[in-house]
Every structure is written in C-alpha cells, then in structure tokens.
C-alpha cells in the first residue's frame, strides 16, 4: 500500500511551486491583464479561454470548465496519478517527498536517492545497447533481423543486449558499495546464499521499459537459447511497478490519437511500430488491470484489446470486458480483436502488413457486440426461462456500469433481447447495486449563491479577509447545508494564514467529504472580479453582517421558546436583544 503523502508537506509544496511556470513549460502562456491565458489544453478551441492566476495559483477555463491548482494540472494534462503528480512537482521544486509518520511505502526513497536510481537505470540503458554493437553480440543481431526489426527501430525503442557471463555488468557499473546496492534495490543486481552478487540479465535481448515521462524505470529480456523463463521482467522496484506501467506508453502519449491497442509483449509493440501502427501498448507480463485502464481513460477514449483466437484469448477478453464495465461511460470505447490460431500481431502485420491488419482491427467487435454474443450462446431466448436466464446472467454485469447513457442503451439491447420493459429491467439492476455512501458531498446547484455561500466565495478570492471575522460561536445557529464547510475554511484560515492562495486551499481538502462543495465555489472565486478589491471587501461585509443578523435571531428564537432559562442564558437573551435592535 502506498503511503499518505504529509497534508503539510502538500500545503509547503504548493507554497513553493509556481503555477504559471509549471503550465508555461507545457503551454505558451501570455500576459492578460492580471493572469496568462492560452488556448485551452483540454479541449479544441481557436481563440483562449484557457486563464491562469499567479494571485491565486489556479487555473480555469471559460470554455469547458477545467479548472485546478499546480497538481491538479499534472494529474490531467501530463495524466499522473496524485503521488505522481506530487513526486513531479516536488522534483520541480527540488524537495523530498514527505510522508506521514508510519504511513512511508516500504519502496519509499527519497528524492536524491530516486535521482540516483533514475540515473543508474540509464546507465544500464546505455551499457546495453553499447553491447549490441559488439562482434559478441552477433546472436542478439541475428535474432532481431530475423523478426524482421531494422536498426532505426531498435535505437528508437532503446533495444540492446546482456551479454552471456555473471558479472558483465557489475563491472561496467560498480564502482563503490552504494552503486551495488542501489543496483541490487533496482533488481538488476542478485545476491545468492553465499553472498555472492550477479547480474539478472544474461544473453537476452534487452527491451528497456519507460515510464511516461520517458526515463526508464525496468527492463525486459529475452533468451537466446533454450533458458527457462523466455522473458524475464525486472522485479517490483521503488521506480517499476508492473501493474501500473505499460510498454510503449511513453511513446503513444506523445501521439494525436484517441485509440490504442493492448497487446501482450514487447515484440508485438516493436513490430505494429515498424508498420506505421504507433498506438500500442503492452501489458508486462500481468494482465490488464484496472489501474491500466484508468491510465489509459485519462488520456484517450478507445482501447482494443488483442487476443489470440483461442478458448484462452475468449477468456482473457472477458476478464477484460469485466474489469472495463465500470469505467464505460459515453463517448468511450472498448473493442476486442481477436487473431488467427496461427498469429501473434507482429507475424500477422508481418503477413499482411499495415492494410490487412487495420481491416481486422475496423472489423473488431465492441464490447455491447462481445458481451451479448458471449451471453447468448449461454441461454434460448425462445421460451420465457430463457429470456430469465439472460437477464439473470447479465444483471451483476450490468450494474458495474456507471449511470448514464452508456449505460441506458445497454439496457435497452438487453430489454429488446429478452422482451422485458425496460423501466423493470432498470429497476432490478439497481437492485443488483450494493449501496456505497458518497465520497464527496454533492455540491449545491444554486442560481445565486446563499449568503453562506457569498462568503464562501470571497474568503476563496481574498483569504486575509478572514481577518474581518472576530467570532463566529454565533453563526452555528444558522441552518444552512453550507455551513459546516464556512465554518471549518473559517478555522483552517485563522489557524494556517499561510494557506492564502485559491490554489492552496482548494488542496487542503482533496478527497474530504467537502471537496464536492468547495469546488463548487472554487470554480466561482476563479472567474475574474468586474470591479475593485473594496468592492469584494463591501460585499463580504454586508453579507457577514446580514448572516450574523439572521443567527441573532435565530438564537434568539431558540430561547424565547426555552423554558426556565439559567442565569447566562437569560442573560444571553438580554444581549442578543440588544444586538437586534
């Protein structure tokens, strides 16, 4: 499990980075008045809506509605996970990543230990491909022209050789104690019983695996005789992790495509390249897992999976359909290629080239297509046990996927297949659905915000005017939905007025049953002021003012209807009273 990285080393971080030269090394910002403006990163637009505040270190955009601070941009422009977002920034910035006390990931290391692995991994790279330009390594040579690789697509993949011996590179690397154990934590190094330490590649076709920023965090190998295992993956490292990463990731990111291919080596993605087939990616030796497909979702809308045509590919592209169900929602896609018995893609792209696999792919079917054509088969839909039978075999299927229309047309296939109202069928689906409370609050749809919610909104444009507040015991009479959340941004305003940028604040509360809400007025406090900041002071002001007018009263109504009042209520009631008046 992943540690919990600190709130306050979040709250430094942001404190420290500036978003304008986070999104400026992405975009081309220019000056706007007070903020920069681009055309929108999210979205096609022709003239900028896309506006950037360095006051509060938060982006918006007028046109689709994207909005954020420094790590929100980094988790949806360059689509890093949180820690991920974090880890990038901090670097940015040139600080370690601190974590709560305890909650540390046992592959944790710290910032100049991470570089100095990075590095390390490079160099191997490096040391690899020098090797396949040695006479030794004719074998290697030989093998990769005779899957038909040329040598422009092997040094665009990074492809090199571990020569055959125990300690090559050990040798060409180490040089202190450090360097051995840092090689050792990256797995390229192994120590046996007896203390002895060797290398864990030998005579195989190197294939060095990149995370999306490109630096390379694993390999793969290749055997070149008859060894047992015939791939060999680097182990779980502090940089790889193989249920998260993807081979060939890196290079289809920097593609325009909202389609990509999940196929099963390293071959496969090497070869539909050298076709002018870019957009692929493969799994590293597990199968798809969800965290892939979140990966993939944030950046493109359409996967097909490639499987072989046998009884195992039919069963792998089911588990695939069910681990995709949940992320199914409109405008995204999954497909299922299937091949020949004979082919894997690279001897299939190599038999009929680019033309004949992108035919096959076209005619691949969509995940409605498969999962009904894998349910039929299972039933007879002309007798009423049948259509039950059906509707029983997809309810628990069906109701993985997330309310909306994709969801909708499922249900009418389903409704049209088996003759079932659909209004019935929907009802029983959610039946089927395991009630699961709500991580965020919903947030308030108003028209004009409540006064609650006005001060809200200028305590997120200008934080210090929380300095205007001298108490606010008396606001907890107020019955407002709203409220908790003033209260608490009240608190957290007085006690951390460092927290004094939109971008700040709206971090603090990332994942907390009010970020639903806050965001709300976030978005608000981000669009730009049409008038002056004693404007926004006078506003603030009056509706403080009115608030506190109406929780007067509202105590005050409380203990007329109070019987036997003590000493200090009454004399509560008689200084409320005279507060009214």
Not at 74 to 80: I, K, R, W
Not at 413 to 434: F, M
Request: charge should be neutral; glycine fraction near 6%.
């Amino acid at each position: 499990m992943a540690g919990r990285v600190a709130r306050n080393f979040i709250e430094s971080l942001l404190s420290r980075a500036d978003i304008v030269e986070l999104i400026d090394s992405y975009l081309k910002l220019r000056k706007a008045g007070r903020n920069y403006v681009a055309c929108c990163p999210f979205h096609q637009e022709k003239t900028p809506s896309f506006s950037v505040s360095a006051e509060k270190q938060f982006y918006h955009c007028f046109g689709c509605g994207a909005s954020g601070n420094a790590l929100s941009f980094l988790m949806s422009y360059a689509h890093l996970d949180f820690v991920e977002a974090v880890e990038e920034l901090a670097s940015r910035v040139g600080v370690s990543v601190e974590y709560e006390e305890g909650t540390a990931p046992q592959t944790h290391t710290d910032f100049s230990q991470r570089q100095s692995l990075y590095t390390l991994m490079a160099d191997a790279a490096h040391y690899y491909q020098q090797q396949l330009r040695q006479p030794l390594a004719s074998e290697a040579v030989t093998y990769l022209k005779q899957r038909g690789l040329t040598g422009k697509i092997a040094q665009t993949f990074g492809i090199g050789y571990a020569p055959s011996g125990w300690d090559n590179l050990h040798k060409a690397l180490v040089t202190n104690s450090q360097q051995q154990n840092e090689l050792s934590i990256l797995g390229l190094l192994i120590s046996n019983e007896r203390g002895q330490v060797y290398d864990r590649f030998r005579n195989r076709v190197m294939f060095p695996i990149h995370d999306q920023r490109g630096r390379v965090i694993g390999f793969g190998g290749r055997v070149l005789d008859n060894s047992e295992p015939k791939y060999l993956n680097s182990p779980e490292t502090p940089l790889f992790q193989k249920g998260k990463e993807l081979y060939g990731w890196y290079w289809v990111r920097k593609l325009n495509t909202e389609q990509v291919i999940v196929v099963e080596g390293y071959m496969d993605v090497i070869a539909l390249a050298q076709h002018d087939i870019p957009n692929v990616v493969a799994t590293l030796g597990t199968a798809t897992t969800a965290e892939h497909l979140s990966r993939l979702f944030r950046s493109l809308s359409e996967i097909v999976f490639c499987f072989d045509g046998d009884n195992a590919g039919q069963k792998a592209a089911w588990r695939a359909l069910e681990l995709a169900l949940p992320f199914m929602e409109a405008g995204r896609q999954v497909k299922f290629m299937f091949l020949p018995r004979e082919d894997d893609p690279d001897s299939l792209v190599r038999r009929e080239g680019k033309t004949g696999f992108l035919q096959r792919l076209a005619q691949a079917p969509s995940l409605p297509e498969f999962f009904f054509n894998q349910l039929m088969p299972q039933v007879d839909l002309k007798n009423i046990e049948g259509k039950a039978r059906l509707i029983e075999l997809a309810k628990p299927l069906l109701s993985k996927l997330p309310s909306g229309a994709y969801r909708d047309l499922m249900l009418r296939e389903l409704s049209r297949l088996s003759h079932v109202d659909l209004k019935k069928l929907t009802t029983l689906i959610k039946s089927q659905e395991v009630t699961v409370n709500p991580i965020l609050i919903t947030p308030i749809n108003h028209a004009n915000p409540s006064l609650v919610g006005s001060i809200i909104q200028c305590l997120l444009r200008k934080p210090d005017l929380v300095n205007y507040i001298s108490a606010i015991d008396i606001l907890q009479n107020i019955n407002s939905a709203e409220l908790p959340l003033l209260l608490e941004l009240v608190r957290l305003l007085k006690n951390h007025p460092e927290l004094n940028t939109l971008g700040a604040i709206y971090e603090h509360w990332r994942g907390s049953p009010y970020a639903g809400l806050l965001k709300h007025y976030a978005l608000k406090a981000a669009l730009p002021l049409n008038s002056e900041d004693s404007h926004l002071i006078a506003e603030f002001q009056d509706a403080l003012k009115r608030l506190s007018q109406q929780a007067i009263e509202a105590r005050i109504e409380v203990l007329l209807h109070q019987r036997d009042l003590t000493m200090s209520e009454k004399e509560e009631l008689k200084s409320l009273l005279q507060q009214k008046v």
